[in-house]
């Protein structure tokens, strides 16, 4: 059963930092591209980064313009895991965050098709 549970999330001050960890069960996970998705109250959920597989040593991310230069993904392939490292927060970072697997192998869109998702954990940022 593919299984995704996030952890890390909770109530941090403007310009703090979280981090958000994302542990995966039941799949070839080192095959897979793993991302991070947000939603806040009231609006639909939006893609926040994603990460590749390993390949030759490297792991290719992408991140939403909200975010970048702010959060990195990285991802442990030996304890099946992929982080969010969230800093310098902002009260509109406040939302639940979900990481959701990729299962395809060898597409360039990583992220665009998603077959398992967590449960989503909670951030809130408070100004």
């Known amino acids: 059963e593919v299984q995704l549970v996030e952890s890390g999330g909770g109530l941090v001050q403007a310009g703090g930092s979280l981090r958000l960890s994302c542990a995966a069960s039941?799949?070839?996970?080192?095959?897979?591209?793993i991302g991070w998705f947000r939603q806040a109250p009231g609006k639909e959920r939006e893609a926040v980064s994603c990460?590749?597989?390993?390949?030759?040593?490297?792991?290719?991310?992408n991140y939403a313009d909200s975010v970048k230069d702010r959060f990195m993904i990285s991802r442990d392939n030996a304890k099946n895991t992929v982080y969010l490292q969230m800093n310098s927060l902002k009260p509109e970072d406040t939302a639940v965050y979900y990481c959701?697997?990729?299962?395809?192998?060898?597409?360039?869109?990583?992220?665009?098709?998603?077959?398992?998702w967590g449960q989503g954990t909670l951030v809130t940022v408070s100004s």
């Open positions: 990460i590749s597989s390993i390949d030759g040593g490297l792991a290719y991310a």
């Open positions: 039941g799949f070839t996970f080192e095959s897979s591209a």
């Open positions: 959701a697997a990729d299962l395809r192998i060898g597409v360039p869109d990583i992220c665009n098709a998603l077959d398992a």
